[in-house]
């Protein structure tokens, strides 16, 4: 192994600390965020205004030391408004580019399901390859590279429904939620004088956050666990209230948010019980369900629990031997 998986685990941990300085009461959800920055992945935040969404792109962003932009979608915007544009100069008779503010390591995307389609579409080639193709010369993007988009579920007119294959693309759907009446109190006398994350140092860099992430890849997998994975994504292609079911983008999510999150509880191998936690936040959001589930108000979360309930759980040696 190239590393040790304690060190993932207190990477979590100082990460986790410097996070609920601004966002209170919410450790499953950074631990969800930070799975996702392990993993390499991409999340959409769906949850009500002034939760907290956007405050956890920026102390995400404040507490790793990287760069950061925000994009605020509208219904006018277009491609060039999110990848940059080449612009002519008429000093040195050349094209420049102008780069936009997807050229950053942590993207907010701001409420995305208000920009077309079109726009929208600006966003696929970056979150799958980690490049963006602009009058036919193609450009890396930054390392670590993460893309934190929002959309408010209550709220549908001005909106463009993000297509099946951008929502693919997103490693996990999650939400914050209404905190507490002890932690709302908390956050009112957090933010009497200042907002604290005016105040948040970094407690990671670049080097630090690739290493933790070279490390998470190398977390045993059982074959058993393999097989319990791919079984439950086959069985949303399969279940009679689901129309589309998850791709195998699916599987390889759950896979490699279980490597993580095995990680940060200090484990080098992955259990059931990781990807029974992840399998929600990842899985439902890839599937369809049918307009006859929709009239019983039967949701993708019941539908992937129910799943979950109904496949026998693997058990054994786990932690692959004498590796």
């Known amino acids: 192994m190239v590393g040790s998986v304690t060190e993932v685990q207190g990477f979590g941990e100082k990460l986790t600390k410097n996070l609920e300085k ?11 965020t930070i799975i996702g920055l392990l993993c390499q992945g991409h999340l959409l935040i769906e949850d009500v205004p002034g939760v907290g969404k956007t405050m956890l792109a920026r102390s995400m962003a404040k507490s790793l030391g990287c760069s950061f932009k925000r994009i605020q979608f509208t219904p006018d915007m277009l491609p060039s408004d999110v990848t940059g544009i080449s612009i002519y100069n008429q000093h040195t008779q050349e094209f420049e580019f102008r780069p936009g503010p997807i050229m950053a390591q942590i993207v ?66 999650i939400n914050l939620g209404y905190t507490s009446l002890v932690n709302e109190i908390l956050i009112l006398e957090l933010q009497q004088l200042q907002h604290p994350i005016q105040t948040l140092e970094p407690v990671a860099d670049t080097d630090e956050i690739r ?76 599937i369809l369900i049918s307009p006859a589930a929709r009239m019983r108000d039967l949701s993708p979360d019941r539908i992937v629990e129910e799943i979950i309930a109904s496949l026998a759980v693997p058990r054994g040696d786990l932690g692959g031997g004498d590796r």
């Open 108 to 173: 907010l995307s701001d409420e995305i399901n208000r920009a077309t389609p079109k726009t929208q579409s600006a966003l696929l080639e970056a979150m799958e390859e980690h490049q963006i193709t602009v009058d036919g010369i193609t450009r890396r993007l930054p390392e670590p590279f993460m893309i934190m988009a929002t959309q408010n579920p209550i709220e549908y007119e001005g909106t463009f429904p993000l297509p099946e294959a951008q929502l693919d693309r997103f490693l996990m759907r």
């Open 22 to 32: 601004v966002i209170v009461g919410k450790q499953n959800t950074l631990t969800l």
């Open 211 to 286: 290493r933790m992430q070279e490390i998470v890849k190398h977390v045993h997998v059982a074959d058993s666990v393999k097989r319990y994975i791919v079984e439950i994504v086959r069985e949303t292609r399969d279940h009679a209230e689901v129309f589309l079911g998850s791709s195998p983008r699916g599987s390889l999510g759950l896979f490699r948010a279980g490597q993580a999150r095995a990680a940060l509880e200090g484990r080098d191998f992955v259990l059931p019980d990781d990807i029974k936690a992840l399998a929600r936040y990842i899985i439902s959001h890839r």
